[in-house]
């Protein structure tokens, strides 16, 4: 079975530029997560979908952080204008579905770097 | 509102010794338990879950946890360390669906 499929894995940015993550859930999978990883921290949620809604965007900063899940499937998130401290590593996930006990399986992560 | 507390950011031990990674959480209601495995550049994988059946829940590789209510604890425990269990650990709370991590525990093993 697939894994969770994350691309870029790697982005060096300036600040103020825009980047945007790709992400591909395990198939079947209606439930999809991007967490933020910031060095020496845990993962933090970004934003949830049960299928193309979203569940959970609390911590979102949605002054410069968008994500779009338009078909149910795939997601991206983007960032525009990124600053230094996005620098982190993001984390797409996915689970059957938003229940507590669903197991969240990640994808490998996209490292960004903002100088 | 619910949190995570991992109470040993780093953790040592010689190969072939126990290990005990400490997890102490709070949330309102009866919460999934999760403890997660990150290796250098790879993905969290998961190595065992508490979802209010068996108190104490067996994983991959050896590991295991106890969920104890009274304490709000949940411990990870292997018998004998081995090199490849050096990594970063993270203990996980879900709740209503909404997840949170804690911060990790990094475990070194010492041949």
């Known amino acids: 079975e697939a894994g969770v499929a994350q691309s870029p894995r790697y982005k060096i940015i300036e600040k103020r530029q825009s980047v945007a993550f790709w992400c591909n859930p395990i198939?079947?999978?209606?439930?999809l997560y991007w967490y933020q990883q910031i060095l020496g921290q845990g993962p933090k949620l970004l934003i949830q979908?049960?299928?193309?809604?979203?569940?959970?965007d609390s911590q979102l900063p949605k002054d410069r952080f968008s994500a779009e899940r338009l078909k149910g499937v795939d997601s991206t998130l983007k960032i525009q204008p990124a600053k230094l401290e996005d620098s982190a590593v993001y984390l797409c996930?996915?689970?059957?579905?938003?229940?507590?006990?669903?197991?969240?399986?990640f994808g490998e992560g996209s490292w960004l770097t903002v100088v | 509102a619910q949190s995570v507390t991992q109470l040993d950011s780093h953790v040592s031990v010689s190969e072939g010794t126990p290990v005990l990674l400490r997890c102490n959480y709070s949330?309102?209601?009866?919460?999934?338990l999760f403890w997660y495995v990150q290796h250098p550049n790879k993905g969290l994988q998961l190595l065992l879950k508490?979802?209010?059946?068996?108190?104490l829940v067996k994983g991959i590789n050896g590991f295991e946890a106890e969920f104890k209510k009274s304490e709000t604890s949940f411990h990870l425990t292997k018998p004998s360390a081995h090199m490849s269990d050096a990594a970063e650990y993270f203990c996980?709370?879900?709740?209503?669906?909404?997840?949170?991590f804690g911060d990790g525990t990094t475990l070194t093993v010492k041949p």
């Open positions: 996930a996915s689970s059957l579905g938003g229940g507590s006990g669903n197991t969240i399986y």
């Open positions: 198939s079947g999978h209606a439930t």
């Open positions: 979908f049960q299928n193309n809604g979203v569940v959970d």
């Open positions: 949330s309102s209601y009866s919460p999934s």
């Open positions: 508490y979802t209010s059946a068996a108190t």
């Open positions: 996980v709370v879900i709740n209503a669906g909404k997840s949170t």
